[in-house]
């Protein structure tokens, strides 16, 4: 019974014990890696390039194009002039009641 009790003690503390050696040794092991030159040479090769890249303006703004081949239908907002969907009621950009809600309720 004796060294049954014994195995049972041991197989308890190992697995008590093992999860944070192991997490520890995860641990200090990213740490190593993260403080690698080879990492440091390609960040700094990062920061050349992003020094020496052309920066890029966004596309403006462009009406989505309907299936039928003709011109979207928006409405522009009274408010802040941004163009809005002819079904929406709010301005997505300001959030003001668009012009379209007084025809409907007619």
Do not use: H, I
Request: proline residues 5%.
């Amino acid at each position: 019974m004796d060294v049954e009790v014994a195995v049972r003690l041991l197989v308890a503390a190992f697995c008590v014990v093992a999860p944070s050696v192991l997490f520890v040794g995860l641990v200090r092991g990213l740490d190593k890696l993260r403080d690698d030159r080879l990492v440091e040479q390609v960040l700094e090769r990062m920061d050349d390039d992003d020094a020496t890249a052309p920066t890029y303006r966004r596309a403006p703004f462009t009406s989505a194009v309907s299936d039928g081949g003709r011109a979207a239908e928006t409405v522009a907002c009274g408010v802040c002039g941004a163009p809005n969907p002819a079904y929406a009621s709010y301005c997505g950009t300001c959030l003001s009641a668009l012009d379209g809600d007084s025809e409907a309720s007619k």
